[in-house]
């Protein structure tokens, strides 16, 4: 990725949606765009015109935090874009834009796997920043077997979201689930933008999805930790989970996600018939390998 582009793109789009009132400018001469001008950018963030152009050129390089931080109040920036514009300024420092991070490792420690299999009841697996499912319990593999299923995945949620048409069936708020993941491969990208792994999987998205491709210019930017998932299973209808995310400070970038579900509620009782179906299913795959 250019990183030149990436600080350019990220900051004309947060400037272009931020309207005067939003920002309390009042009044001014008639303007064609409907979001501020640098200018305006650079006054509400107390710095001068040519410096803010500077930036948004691209060259964030000897940017101060307290004037990213300035800059994100006058953008009215989140904590996970203000979090992104530091990702950024920290990835333009000396020598950054020359160092390629290692690609990342897929392989699971046995304890970490033996830690999953000890929970059978609640669907559980392993992530990391490019979506590649790594891991996970009998019941999760059995939840996420659309996306396991089809070699074309190569276990990668992005490639299944964005170019299986079976994954308009499986999740339920499509629309949704792929926003919030493009987010969170943005989050990652401005976090190590010389993943070559991730970035290889971006520009084979863009090249082959136009629904990526627009999301991705859109540089939206969101960690993707909790929340709620409908999901629609082949095998046993319609399901409802929350989900939490937790980072493993042992792999820096995996993530454990574990699906929960109302005690009592119809999902519950669907995911446990999967179990069940998954356990039975078991022996007769065995048998065809």
């Known amino acids: 990725m250019d990183h030149t582009s990436e600080v350019r793109d990220f900051l004309t789009t947060r400037r272009a949606r931020l309207t005067p009132d939003q920002a309390g400018i009042i009044g001014g001469a008639r303007r064609r765009v409907t979001g501020l001008r640098r200018e305006e950018v650079a006054m509400l ?43 950024l300024a920290r ?33 559980t697996f392993i992530q990391n920043t490019r979506a590649d499912l790594l891991a996970a319990n009998a019941i999760g593999e059995a939840l996420m077997s659309p996306l396991l299923s089809d070699p074309a995945n190569a276990r990668n949620n992005a490639r299944f979201t964005f170019l299986s048409p079976a ?22 990208a401005g976090k190590n933008p010389h993943d070559k792994d991730l970035t290889d999987l971006v520009g084979e998205l863009i090249t082959r999805s136009d629904e990526f491709r627009d999301r991705w ?30 980072e493993l400070p042992g792999t820096p970038g995996w993530m454990l996600y574990a699906y929960t579900t109302e005690p009592g509620s119809p999902t519950e009782e669907r995911i446990a018939l999967l179990g069940s179906l998954a356990v039975s299913d078991r022996p007769s795959r065995a048998t065809h390998q």
């Open 45 to 87: 963030a107390g710095m001068s015109t040519d410096y803010y152009a500077r930036m948004e050129r691209g060259n964030l390089s000897g940017v101060s935090p307290e004037v990213l931080n300035a800059l994100a109040l006058a953008l009215q920036l989140n904590e996970a874009e203000t979090e992104h514009l530091h990702d």
């Open 91 to 123: 990835a333009a420092g000396p020598g950054r834009q020359r160092k390629r991070t290692p690609a990342s490792s897929t392989v699971i420690r046995p304890s970490l796997q033996r830690f999953l299999d000890t929970n059978t009841a609640t669907p």
């Open 167 to 188: 994954s308009r069936d499986f999740y339920v708020e499509w629309e949704q689930g792929a926003n919030s993941l493009v987010a969170g491969m943005r989050n990652a």
């Open 217 to 246: 210019s859109a540089h939206e930017v969101r960690p993707h930790r909790a929340g709620t998932k409908r999901l629609h299973h082949p095998q046993v209808g319609d399901l409802e989970f929350t989900f939490e995310g937790m």
